[in-house]
């Protein structure tokens, strides 16, 4: 990948390779369910704020890292400063870190796409069938190793391409489908609209630290910042495109996509169980729960829930060949052998990494709770909550006084005027490094039950 530096052939090229892989499991199993966790309106509206400029700032700030420097994260950072070359390193154990645990989501989402196929829609209905399901050790383990096994196989043969074709036409057909799905729960069930109203009014008495915390996470892992990716999207992409458009049209498609997720998810929850808290509280499931009872009161609902469940696992492919790639590339960088050899090292290890996230949930293995949290959420929160945070502070600290926001600055204004210029400075150096910070502080303190917030 980063041997001949390809780049995307126009501006469209760019903007919907970057937003394939930021649209993934992220906004459609993530979102929702940290929404519905952390106070729903209250949550979107953080999330929201966040994501204008916080978001913004520090994914114009990688894109343009990139297409500066044209070297992926490691090399791009080394080449302008070696004192910060480990900012660059630590980008790169992100992925490493998430796509295991992603395949291992990505492998729910496959058994959920063969059940709706297979005449199983009635039983996965029934509210402890996920539960259940997760618990059994084989299972999971079989469905999670024949989603990576397809990543490598793609990856291994090199037919991204296809897969992005593909997918560039189920897309739009997911949010039309998601769409429907929307107006259908809203219009159907009772208590369906008070979820509408949790999921859009901002309440401000569930505002805590927390909300900020997991928004800001999210924000990282959906727009795919912070772990080097958008670093090496830069790097590809052509001086007359403009990285501040480019930015906002991924920014509205990733958000949108997740919003629409939310409200398709929260406002059922709230449905079934009657604005039930722990119901809404329940997290990582929430997904799996929810969708097959709202399929099951559809007419038909068991084809279109297959069909929506092969829609999510394009989705999840795509992100997740894209962090495989990235894996590839890094690993390639740095040792020299070939691309087959490396494709596979990568997949032993990811399996072996991503199996107690897997098996965390079986009876044999649910006792080991690093900071109570099962081994899934674990690593989630070692990613999102203090890895990238990590990095996002020093990306901060270097570009704001360091190389200094006018030397960027100028890389955006090589293909046009950049508007935001004066926002993308004070965010830089001031606002996110202090609002990271923070966030880091709180949530390390939090997860070692120092502070509960
Ligand atoms: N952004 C992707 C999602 O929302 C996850 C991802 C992270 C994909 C990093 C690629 C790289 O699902």
């Not at 795509?318 to 790639?325: D, K, R």
């Not at 070939?338 to 098996?359: A, M, Y």
């Not at 204004?413 to 508007?419: A, L, M, N, Q, T």
Request: include cysteine; charged fraction near 10%.
């Amino acid at each position: 990948m980063s041997n001949e530096r390809s780049s995307f052939t126009g501006k469209i090229g760019f903007v919907l390779a970057a937003a394939g892989s930021a649209v993934g499991l992220g906004n459609i199993w993530r979102f929702p369910y940290l929404a519905a966790r952390y106070g729903g309106g209250m949550f979107l509206l953080v999330y929201v704020i966040l994501s204008v400029t916080f978001g913004f700032s520090l994914m114009v700030a990688e894109i343009a890292l990139g297409r500066k420097t044209q070297q992926s994260p490691i090399g791009a950072f080394r080449s302008l400063d070696k004192r910060f070359s480990f900012v660059g390193l630590l980008a790169s154990l992100v992925p490493v870190i998430i796509l295991p645990y992603y395949s291992v989501i990505g492998g729910w989402v496959l058994k959920y796409f063969v059940g709706f196929m297979t005449g199983e829609a009635g039983s996965m209905a029934e509210s402890t069938y996920f539960n259940d399901y997760i618990a059994g050790a084989g299972q999971p383990l079989l469905w999670f190793a024949v989603f990576i096994g397809i990543t490598a196989l793609i990856v291994l043969f090199g037919v991204q391409k296809g897969i992005e074709k593909v997918s560039k036409v189920m897309m739009p057909a997911l949010v039309v489908l998601m769409l429907f799905i929307v107006i259908y729960t809203i219009a159907t069930m009772d208590g369906a609209w008070d979820g509408v109203l949790y999921y859009i009014t901002p309440d401000f008495s569930h505002f805590s630290i927390m909300t900020v915390v997991a928004a800001m996470g999210q924000l990282f892992y959906s727009m795919s910042l912070a772990m080097g990716i958008m670093i090496t999207f830069g790097s590809y992409m052509k001086k007359d495109i403009s990285i501040e458009k480019s930015t906002h049209q991924i920014e509205i498609f990733d958000t949108g996509i997740a919003f629409l997720a939310g409200l398709m998810i929260v406002p059922a929850v709230y449905a079934f169980s009657g604005g039930d808290a722990s119901a809404l509280k329940q997290g990582p499931g929430l997904m799996f729960v929810t969708l097959p009872k709202i399929f099951e009161t559809i007419p038909g609902g068991t084809v279109l829930g297959a069909v929506f469940f092969f829609m999510v696992l394009l989705a999840a492919l795509t992100s997740g060949i894209s962090l495989m790639e990235t894996i590839v590339s890094t690993v390639m960088d740095k040792v020299k052998i070939g691309r087959k050899t490396c494709c596979l090292i990568v997949l032993g290890f990811s399996f072996l990494l991503g199996l107690p996230s897997s098996l965390g949930f079986s009876q044999a293995w649910s006792w080991v709770r690093p900071l109570g949290m099962n081994m899934l959420d674990f690593f989630d929160f070692v990613s999102n909550n203090l890895i990238m945070p990590v990095v996002a502070f020093f990306t901060c600290l270097f570009i704001g006084y360091f190389l200094k926001p006018k030397t960027l600055i100028e890389e955006l204004e090589v293909s046009g005027p950049f508007r935001a210029k004066g926002l993308f400075s004070v965010m830089i150096r001031y606002v996110a490094p202090l609002c990271v910070l923070l966030i880091l502080v709180s949530s390390v303190l939090n997860a070692f039950g120092v502070i509960v917030i």
